[in-house]
């Protein structure tokens, strides 16, 4: 899996530890990135998650690449690969639908489509603004789902799956969704408003995903005291990876250079002078 | 930083105190309106303080891109080569990365490959994030790989003064100019011309600060912690003259090298990594042409050769600090 700078929640759906995940948001020695990459990166491999891109579409080839390898060594692996309406812009979408489509790639494109990248809606930065039907011109299929709708989308990726694992190659699936808060937490646009507080409004009190599967559960006589037990087991596994975070201390300065190759070439993979600001390796 | 020393009432109508952002602003407003070839693209204009142009301009002169970098970087260029005079705001200075190919392959070489029949007037704006744990994806300082490309001009201004000066100069200039603003510089207040034709010329530097024993030459944001240092360094009686490049590429080597003539010692200080970076090439300069004037071998400060982390712990010390300036300066002394 690939995510991006907004991939918080899709860790955890793999199954990554939330204590890690936390740690990792705090800037910890303990977080699943040992602090270096921080909140825009979550990446835990041991879960399938090999990178969260903080550059937009930069995750859409990767995600490519994972799928020839899995295709090449005859695995099973899927691919999925999550990105932004604003991503879809990017050469790199095109590109990579091409050549997934041309070589039958088994990977799903998996296009969060929250109506707007940052302050820029779809209906101003797109000459069609269905993307789904892009996937038309790549030849592959392309199919529109309630984001807010967990089994539709959850349908529809399942759908997707069998797809590749039988060799029919990749998917596109654009989920309609909304971002509740600002494209980042505080950040305050000048200018007349991109977007109406009615809209934002209506979107949190009618379109919620979880209240919305809650309610479908409820209809189907799952009892209110077990969804509250769940919440509240939910809430305690938070709290304790919030403290788990808070507890943790942050990176040594001296482990800096730590990471930047996997075989380092001497001392940690810097040589002693470039590892310090000063020159003369003072 | 030191504000300009000049009287108040010889500057009261000459002069309007404004942050470097405004002026920066300022300058694009100023531009547009005297040409109307003058146009704007960039994402999220809106969200990246130019409202004041769009309220003035309009969507026919400020468009706003869809996240396609490299081709609207490319667009710019083909708009520039036809007629109009662009200026392509890349955001992030990361993002340059993707529209590389286009400014290197395309902007810089479409003048001498066709024999000097296509000029290409255009100006990419790229924003320097730092110390805000942005992490490596969003906090490059990639002006020392342009610097490696010929056919390119590239600026980095530290004051509001020279931002309007040096902005307002790169729109009229008729080849691709790189314009690298450190984000910490754009709150920083100063007196700004408001001569509608301030212009500073590319390719001449600044001393910010007269000093006899040690020169500091300060690139872009590390002018912040080198104005920090130098005052401290004042009060032990070590006087640094500062020199502030202001364009790097065509790098004004003589300033630099009159500047070392006099004090024999030479810091460079910037925030680019360690390996190929403006002093590497400044330190080579004055190695090969000013070496009989050192006394003590050159010092360079910089981020080391690693990538830029997220944790704060991290990234604290990252970039040259005023005690890594004071210390480098003693070292010399
Ligand atoms: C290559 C690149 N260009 C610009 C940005 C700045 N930026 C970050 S997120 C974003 C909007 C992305 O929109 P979308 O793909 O719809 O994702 P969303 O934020 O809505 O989830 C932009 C322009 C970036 N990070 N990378
Ligand atoms: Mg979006």
Redesign the interface.
């Known amino acids: 899996m690939t995510g991006t700078h907004r991939s918080h929640g899709h860790p955890i759906g793999k199954g990554a530890r939330l204590d890690a995940l936390m740690a990792e948001l705090m ?3 303990s ?1 699943i ?1 040992k ?7 979550l990446a835990d491999q041991s879960v399938g998650i090999i990178s969260e ?6 995750g859409i080839p990767l995600a490519t690449g994972c799928a020839f390898s899995a295709k090449l060594r005859g695995s099973d692996q899927v691919s999925l690969c999550f990105f932004g309406d ?2 879809v ?3 790199t979408f095109h590109e990579s639908l091409n050549m997934a489509s041309l070589w039958k790639l088994p990977v799903i494109y998996l296009c969060e489509n929250n109506g707007y ?4 809606s779809v209906a ?3 000459g069609q603004p269905d993307i789904a039907i892009r996937a038309t011109g790549y030849g592959m299929p392309g199919a529109t789902v309630d984001g807010q709708d967990v089994r539709a989308v959850f349908e529809a990726a399942a759908q997707a799956v069998t797809r590749a694992r039988a060799g029919g190659g990749p998917t596109l699936i654009v989920a309609n969704t909304y971002r509740f808060d600002e494209h980042n937490v505080g ?1 305050i ?3 007349p408003p ?1 977007r109406s507080a009615d809209e934002v409004e209506a979107f949190i009190r009618d379109r919620d995903p979880i209240r919305l599967y809650r309610a479908v559960l409820l209809g189907e006589g799952a009892s209110e005291r077990s969804l509250s037990a769940m919440e509240e087991e939910v809430r305690e596994a938070v709290k304790q990876a919030v403290e788990f975070g808070l507890q943790s201390p ?4 001296k ?3 730590h990471f ?1 190759f996997s075989s380092p070439p001497s001392n940690d993979g ?2 002693d ?8 390796g ?1 | 930083m030191e504000p300009d020393v000049r009287s108040d009432a010889a500057m009261a109508h000459t002069h309007v105190r404004m942050s470097y952002l405004d002026a920066l602003v300022q300058a694009q407003l100023e531009e547009m309106d005297r040409d109307q070839r003058v146009v704007l693209l960039g994402e999220d204009v809106a969200a990246h303080g130019v409202t004041r142009l769009i309220e003035r301009f309009g969507k026919s002169r400020i468009w706003s891109t869809p996240i396609s970098e490299g081709s609207f970087t490319g667009l710019g260029i083909g708009a520039a080569i036809n007629g109009l005079r662009p200026i392509v705001d890349l955001a992030g200075a990361s993002f340059v990365y993707l529209a590389s190919d286009q400014i290197i392959n395309q902007a810089s070489k479409l003048q001498y490959m066709t024999g000097g029949q296509i000029d290409i007037p255009i100006v990419f704006r790229c924003c320097m994030y730092c110390l805000g744990s942005e992490a490596a994806q969003h906090a490059d300082r990639p002006y020392p790989l342009f610097m490696n490309v010929p056919g390119l001009k590239i600026i980095s201004p530290t004051s509001a003064a020279d931002i309007k000066g040096l902005m307002k100069s790169a729109i009229r200039d008729g080849d691709p100019v790189l314009v690298f603003e450190d984000t910490r510089l754009w709150p920083v207040v100063g007196d700004v011309p408001v001569d509608p034709n301030h212009l500073i010329p590319i390719g001449q530097a600044d001393v910010k600060r007269e000093g006899r024993d040690v020169t500091v030459v300060a690139i872009a944001g590390a002018i912040l912690p080198t104005m920090e240092a130098v005052d401290a360094l004042g009060k032990e009686s070590i006087s640094v003259e500062v020199i502030d490049p202001r364009t790097l590429k065509p790098l004004d080597d003589r300033t630099i090298m009159t500047s070392v003539a006099k004090t024999g010692r030479l810091v460079i200080v910037e925030n680019a990594h360690r390996v190929c970076n403006v002093g590497s090439e400044i330190a080579a300069v004055i190695a090969e042409q000013a070496f009989h004037f050192l006394k003590r071998p050159i010092l360079r400060l910089s981020a080391p050769d690693i990538h830029v982390p997220f944790s704060p712990s991290l990234e604290k010390d990252f970039y040259p600090t005023k005690d890594h300036i004071v210390a480098a300066v003693r070292r010399l002394i």
Request: charged share 5%.
């Open positions: 800037g910890k020695v977080g990135c602090g270096r990459g921080g909140s825009m990166h891109s903080g550059i937009v579409g930069g604003g991503a812009n990017q050469g990248a940052m302050i820029t101003e930065s797109h950040l646009t000048p200018g991109y942050m990176p040594h300065p482990t800096l250079p930047i810097v040589s002078t470039h590892k310090g600001i000063c020159s003369n003072a």
